[in-house]
């Protein structure tokens, strides 16, 4: 089982990029996802949650609007849409995914991407 990251780069502020999380095993369709984040000498915080269906979607206060999760579950993927990139975005950013209900809570996601490093400069 495998969760992998990708699209995270240098960009500077105001800039956008679009974060993808391909999952290796069919059954993470039925899965609800998310995305965490976690800057240097902090703790690992949530992002955006995604239910199976896309029906809904949880968002941390300071997605404010500039960041959009989503799915594809033909393709098996998961996206972060991130819009007007602040320096305070930079941080590696996790995939992550589990059979229950999305949650905000770090501890009830049970499978982790290795991360994708976004890095925005001022």
């Known amino acids: 089982v495998q969760l992998v990251e990708s699209g995270g780069g240098l960009v500077q502020a105001g800039d956008s990029l679009r974060l993808s999380c391909a999952a290796s095993?069919?059954?993470?369709?039925?899965?609800?996802k998310g995305w965490f984040r976690q800057a240097p000498g902090k703790e690992r915080e949530f992002v955006a949650a995604?239910?199976?269906?896309?029906?809904?979607?949880n968002n941390a206060n300071f997605v404010k609007g500039r960041f959009t999760i989503s799915r594809d579950n033909a393709k098996n993927t998961l996206y972060l849409q991130m819009n007007s990139l602040k320096p305070e975005d930079t941080a590696v950013y996790y995939c992550?995914?589990?059979?229950?209900?999305?949650?905000?809570?770090?501890?009830?996601?049970?499978?982790w991407g290795q991360g994708t490093q976004v890095t925005v400069s001022a």
């Open positions: 992550t995914s589990d059979p229950g209900a999305p949650s905000q809570d770090l501890g009830s996601w049970r499978y």
């Open positions: 095993v069919r059954t993470f369709r039925m899965y609800s």
């Open positions: 995604i239910s199976w269906s896309g029906g809904s979607t």
